[in-house]
């Protein structure tokens, strides 16, 4: 949760990312552009000096004081709201990525290796001028099935047959799939040992109910554009009265939409831990013939699910029974050309961007192909890929010194929660067994995804993706029932992003956010603690935090603090909350302490924690100077420059009001907090950032 952009809870930073195994295949026109040319962090180890603004005094504006020149020098390039260490970062790795596939792409490997299947994956979607002749003819033979639909029984089958593995409810938050449902392959809720079948809405092609129903200028004339482009698709594929369909089909998915759960309330695990067996869903939900539905997914032998939104499922399924056969079979039809277009000829292609591209997302021009077919790759044979990207970007040096830190700061954790007042004995000894548990995951996983029952051609870009995305829900099927790898990763390791996954009791830190300037093995400790220490301690305090008490040391739904350990955590929370309160960052607008509060916690309490594991690392030793910079003075700065932003004030607006994260000067001004800031700094009262040591917060 490093950046500006983070949105949600448990990952760092919330965007959709090629890793989001979905058959959502329309998610490539949302992903962020990258540059080819984009300047890369400049090659220094440790602390850039080069980015601070040493007219500045620390006590007074310490984000300024590390970053001032970076801020100074630096431009938001004129496709996106704004820039920072962690959006360069990113791209820098997207480069690698690509680099390592077309280099791949370009060396022949062996037939049916895994390399070969990258190559032919990419190959396939290079190859424009085979995708443009095949027109609409890869979807053919799925729209003539749908149109061969006679009942409501071969209907449940058809939608049974759309099920995929495709949303994630707690690991990287995705709950969207336009399939009418969605699969969701995770540890039970009660029990965290075998893997369960989570069953999530769906049904919408657009991004979210809000779409459907807010009352807004801008919505409507989103809705007036998505109707026009619904007909036009429709058109393009052959059908006939285009616009009459389009309306029908709208006006089934606005009447879905009225039944979803908000994405506030799909949040809270507590309501969504209903066990629903087979046999529950017709006596529960009436309407769809589940049983052929769970047949044709090919769960038919599968006993126990848990649905995350009952009421979705209630409405939905009377809705399949309410609403005529012909308007389903068009919104099947439709979703089919909608999810593929990315995969089918030009027009088709273009159809799509304009609208989920251009329109829902203010981009003006799709990205070059070769970038949309890394993205593929990614998506598809994301570990077959991470694997040369470890490889190549992540020393084995690199991964046994991070892991170093890891039980430096885990240890530091352990000693501030034996030190708390406030924590009673039985809390505090669950909070240590989930540390004792507490797996993170560093670069890369101990185990790989096997491929081989992928089968890739290099002239079907539409058979590729149509078998990628079954692969996976095969693979997840097979899962079901089975013992839980606690060790399991949901990211790969050419992702910038680092996750928290509370039903494993786990973090993942891929190796790609193990990069400078986060982490760098050549740096001294000093910056690489203050740097990705400080992240690696926000990560590890969410385990403790008001989410994280939901879950025990196995990884169980089960609240485990006593309640006036809850009440003593947010005496300490509110005094932080008052302190972001304080910053205002346009006249009269201030910062929503409330709103930022647990990941102001985490900042908090992960530089607390870090600073104390980095002490540990010297062994009583003094830490070199290194550009006249003392080992603590090096440690602020660094976790200062983790901040290093700059938005363009419309960004900056919508995230303080929207986003659970401070905006970065306010992040790196936690520093006030921790004692010794002030003797590195030599920090005077009088000066803006100083606290009295009385104010100072400490929570862990
Ligand atoms: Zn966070």
Not at 41 to 52: E, I
Not at 220 to 225: E, P
Not at 462 to 469: A, L, M, P, R
Not at 591 to 614: C, F, M, V
Request: glycine fraction near 6%; proline fraction near 6%; charge should be negative.
């Amino acid at each position: 949760m490093v950046t500006a952009q983070g949105a949600k809870m448990k990952i760092l930073v919330q965007m959709l990312s090629p890793c989001l195994l979905s058959v959502t295949f329309i998610a490539a026109a949302f992903l962020p552009a990258f540059t080819q040319n984009q300047e890369a962090p400049p090659q220094t180890h440790g602390v850039n000096v080069a980015n601070m603004d040493r007219s500045v005094k620390p006590g007074d504006n310490f984000f300024e004081y590390a970053n001032g020149e970076w801020v100074q020098r630096t431009e938001i390039p004129p496709d996106r709201p704004g820039v920072s260490v962690f959006s360069q970062l990113s791209d820098v790795s997207d480069k690698r990525t690509a680099g390592l596939i077309d280099e791949i792409a370009k060396s022949k490997p062996a037939p049916d290796s895994g390399k070969a299947k990258i190559a032919d994956l990419y190959n396939s979607f290079m190859g424009e001028v085979a995708v443009d002749a095949k027109g609409m003819g890869p979807i053919k033979p799925h729209l003539d099935a749908i149109a061969a639909i006679a009942d409501k029984q071969q209907l449940a089958a058809a939608l049974g047959k759309t099920l995929r593995a495709d949303v994630d409810a707690l690991n990287n938050t995705n709950f969207h799939t336009p399939n009418l449902f969605g699969l969701w392959v995770a540890p039970g809720f009660d029990d965290s040992a075998h893997y369960t079948a989570y069953l999530l809405q769906g049904g919408l092609e657009l991004p979210d109910r809000e779409y459907y129903l807010a009352d807004s200028e801008k919505m409507r004339d989103i809705r007036t554009k998505y109707q026009a482009h619904v007909a036009a698709s429709l058109k393009l594929a052959g059908f006939s009265d285009p616009d009459a369909r389009a309306e029908r089909i709208i006006t089934l998915e606005h009447a879905i939409a009225e039944k979803h759960l908000s994405l506030a309330e799909d949040q809270d695990v507590h309501k969504a831990n209903n066990t629903w067996t087979q046999a529950d869903f017709a006596k529960k939900a009436p309407g769809l013939d589940w049983a052929e539905y769970f047949r044709a997914a090919g769960l038919a032998q599968h006993a126990n699910f848990i649905v995350w939104q009952p009421s979705a499922f209630v409405a939905e399924s009377a809705l399949v029974a309410s609403t005529p056969l012909e308007t389903w079979k068009d919104w099947l039809s439709y979703h089919l050309v909608e999810n593929s277009a990315p995969y089918l000829s030009k027009p088709f292609a273009d159809e799509n961007f304009a609208f989920f591209g251009t329109v829902l997302t203010g981009q003006p021009q799709q990205r070059p192909r070769w970038q949309r077919g890394v993205i593929l790759a990614n998506r598809l044979l994301g570990d077959e890929v991470g694997q040369i990207y470890a490889q190549r970007y992540f020393s084995p040096d690199a991964k046994a010194q991070a892991e170093q830190m890891v039980t430096n700061i885990v240890a530091a954790f352990n000693k501030r929660i034996d030190a708390l007042a406030w924590m009673a004995a039985s809390t505090k000894a669950e909070a240590k067994a989930k540390l004792s548990t507490l797996y993170v995951g560093i670069g890369y996983p101990e185990t790989w995804t096997d491929y081989s029952g992928y089968e890739v051609k290099a002239d079907d870009l539409f058979g590729n993706v149509w078998n990628g995305t079954l692969f996976q829900y095969h693979r997840e099927l097979a899962r079901l029932g089975k013992d839980v790898n606690p060790r399991e990763w949901t990211m790969f390791p050419q992702t910038v992003n680092a996750v928290n996954l509370p039903l494993q009791n786990a973090l993942c830190f891929p190796a790609a956010i193990l990069q400078p300037p986060f982490f760098d093995p050549q740096a001294p400790a000093a910056a690489n603690y203050g740097a990705i220490g400080s992240v690696i301690g926000h990560e590890v305090s969410h385990t403790f935090d008001t989410e994280g008490s939901a879950f025990d040391s196995k990884g169980r739904l089960r609240n485990w603090w006593t309640p006036s350990d809850l009440s003593h955590f947010e005496e300490a929370a509110t005094k932080l909350a008052q302190q972001y309160d304080g910053y205002e960052p346009f006249p009269g607008v201030h910062i929503n302490g409330k709103q930022t509060l647990a990941e102001n916690i985490a900042d908090l309490a992960g530089i607390a924690a870090s600073y104390d594991g980095y002490h540990a690392s010297l062994g009583g030793k003094t830490a070199p100077f290194q550009d006249g910079f003392s080992g603590d003075q090096q440690f602020f700065i660094a976790f200062g420059q983790n901040y290093a932003s700059k938005l363009r004030e419309a960004m900056l607006r919508r995230q303080v009001l929207t986003n659970p994260h401070s905006p970065g000067q306010y992040r790196a001004s936690t520093v006030r907090n921790i004692d010794g800031w002030y003797s590195s700094f030599e920090v005077q009262p009088g000066q803006t950032l100083y606290l009295a040591p009385a104010d100072r917060v400490r929570i862990w």
